[in-house]
């Protein structure tokens, strides 16, 4: 293929749109240092398949639908250039999180337990129909949108008047979500980089879940290494290679994770464009395993 010329994506017109932009940003900037040949693309505003002539690697720093669905990866794959990350399958496998833990539950890999609604409904009526007529987890659980990131309209659901407001203040309300078990205890994160596990990382926040505000605005987020045993490390390193390879992942995911009070672990989703800003969990993993930013991203060009 010769020297890589790489076009980074970036932007999109998803609600992850500022979380990408900074990504790119980063990632472009590291890139440089490197000593690649690249350009920063605005996607899809400043993209057109005549930009890709002249480069011969795309850097998907696109998080959300834009980047993350697998639409962009089957259009990569048609034009015949190559890319950072994971094929369309295994986008479409990770985007949709239903897709994702029916994927999971198949495969044998514990996923917290959930339920699939349609769209959302203020109906109080509404409201009790489904109880009677669907799983719900006990209280408290997580209402998600199906298809989004960052923690865009998640809730976390203590009663039945806060499944009022989540609904109220929810920014879509006409699309799927899922309600999921909540479990309590410890939010880990297992980076995968080209086949090897970087060190787990256990999320401590002040807010009542890792949601927005403490992903990317608070600094009393505290990202710490997981001090596991030898065997219980094995266990959890095991289990997120398996939730990639069962869904189709390549080159670099970010496999998020929950144990409870008992040291069992379950796959929430697996993340298959990473965040990259200064408060991500990623870059953040891999400092704490002696790689530096700059580093980091030679080592997803180098493995793609």
């Known amino acids: 293929m010769g020297p890589k010329k790489i076009i980074v994506l970036y932007g999109g017109e998803s609600s992850e749109r500022e ?6 940003k980063n990632i472009y900037s590291a890139i440089l240092e490197l000593g690649y040949e690249a350009r920063l693309v605005d996607y899809p505003r400043e993209f057109s398949s005549d930009i890709l002539q002249d480069y011969n690697f ?3 720093a696109l998080h959300g639908r834009d980047g993350e669905s697998g639409v962009l990866q089957k259009h990569l794959s048609e034009y015949g250039i190559s890319y950072s990350g994971s094929d369309s399958d295994a986008c479409l496998n990770t985007w949709n999180k239903s897709r994702c833990k029916e994927l999971l539950s198949n495969n044998n890999i514990p996923t917290p337990r959930w339920a699939s609604l349609a769209q959302l409904s203020e ?5 009790s129909k489904l109880k009677e007529e669907m799983f719900m987890p006990p209280y408290p659980f997580f209402l998600k949108p199906e298809e989004d990131g960052s923690s865009i309209d ?12 989540a609904i109220k203040n929810c920014s879509n309300k006409s699309r799927p979500f899922i309600l999921e078990e909540s479990i309590d205890y410890r939010e880990l994160t297992v980076p995968i980089l080209n086949g090897m596990c970087l060190p787990s990382v256990e ?16 600094d009393d987020t ?19 290679f398996k939730a990639f390879n ?3 992942c390549k080159g670099w995911a970010r496999i998020d994770l929950l ?24 870059p953040s993993s891999a400092k704490i395993a002696g790689l530096d930013y700059k580093s980091l991203v030679g080592e997803i060009i180098e493995g793609a």
Do not use: W
């Open 259 to 282: 144990q409870d009070i008992d040291g069992n672990f379950y796959i929430l989703e697996v993340n298959t464009v990473p965040g990259m800003t200064t408060h991500s969990l990623f």
């Open 58 to 60: 795309v850097f998907i």
């Open 19 to 24: 979380v990408s932009i900074e990504s790119g």
């Open 222 to 240: 505290q990202l710490v290494s997981l001090n596991l045993s030898k065997a219980d490390q094995l266990k959890l390193d095991t289990l997120c």
């Open 203 to 218: 999320i401590i926040t002040s807010e009542s879940f890792y949601n927005y505000e403490a992903k990317y605005i608070r």
């Open 246 to 248: 069962s869904l189709g």
């Open 154 to 165: 998640v809730f976390k659901i203590h009663n039945e008047q806060d499944m009022h407001e």
């Open 123 to 127: 109906s109080a009526a509404d409201l």
